[in-house]
C-alpha cells in the first residue's frame, strides 16, 4: 500500500516539476518575441514612421490649400 502511495506522489510531483519548466520556456520565448519587436522597431521605426509622417502632412497640406508648411 505505501509503494503504490509512494508511486502516485511521485508521479503527482513529476507532473508539478514539469509544468514549471513549461512556464519557464513559454517566458523565454515570449521575452524573445518582445526583444526582436523591440529590436525592429527601434532599427526600422524612425525612417519609415518620419516618411510617413512627412507624407502624411504634406497630402493634408495641400489638400487643405491652405499652404501650410510640415
Excluded: K, P, W
Excluded at 512556464?23 to 532599427?43: C, N, P
Amino acid at each position: 500500500m505505501l509503494d503504490h502511495l509512494r508511486i502516485m506522489l511521485n508521479a503527482r510531483l513529476s507532473r508539478i516539476d514539469e509544468r514549471g519548466a513549461s512556464a519557464v520556456e513559454y517566458g523565454l520565448l515570449i521575452a524573445g518575441i518582445a526583444a526582436m519587436i523591440v529590436l525592429v522597431v527601434y532599427a526600422f521605426g524612425g525612417v519609415v514612421l518620419n516618411g510617413l509622417f512627412q507624407s502624411t502632412c504634406s497630402t493634408v497640406a495641400s489638400s487643405a490649400g491652405t499652404g501650410g508648411t510640415c
